[in-house]
């Protein structure tokens, strides 16, 4: 497992090398081994627009993953469920650099059909006048939980 968790405590939907998960998306399956993952922890989910969602950004994160830059044997982490949180980050790349040291990319998966260069962290909706966050407003957020999490484990002496 790429994240140590307590006995019972769901965290990751789909975990797996980058070699694993090309091989999940070539050959058409990874939604497939997603939803029989959410069924088997008993987890929501599933929709036929989470399964497009799913399709859609996942061939192109195998496409992004496809470099020779990236070794095959990072990890990659799709739904990762925050402990103690109702959140849940689309997709991480974990692996170390040549000096063995840690790393984790965060990605936010959005399924838009056009983008734009904001100023800040907030944008205005299309269908309204209503703010909302981008995308990157999530990180810092994101960050400090994992940092909570990792200090805690660290307290109570279990590694992460």
Known sequence: MLFAHKK???MIIYENTIANFTEDVTLNRISDVLSEKLKEKHLSGG???EINSWNNSLHFMKDVL???????DCGVAIEYNIPQTAK??????????????DHIVI?????WAKVQKVKDTFRHSVLSDLKSHEPVAHMPNYLQIFLRII??????????
């Open 8 to 10: 019972g405590e769901i």
């Open 47 to 49: 929709s036929i627009s």
């Open 66 to 72: 496809d470099t020779p830059n990236i070794p095959r």
């Open 88 to 101: 849940r980050v689309d997709f991480m790349i974990l692996g170390q650099d040549k000096d063995e040291t």
């Open 107 to 111: 990605v936010e998966l959005k399924q």
């Open 151 to 160: 200090i805690s484990r660290i307290d109570q002496h279990i590694l992460v």
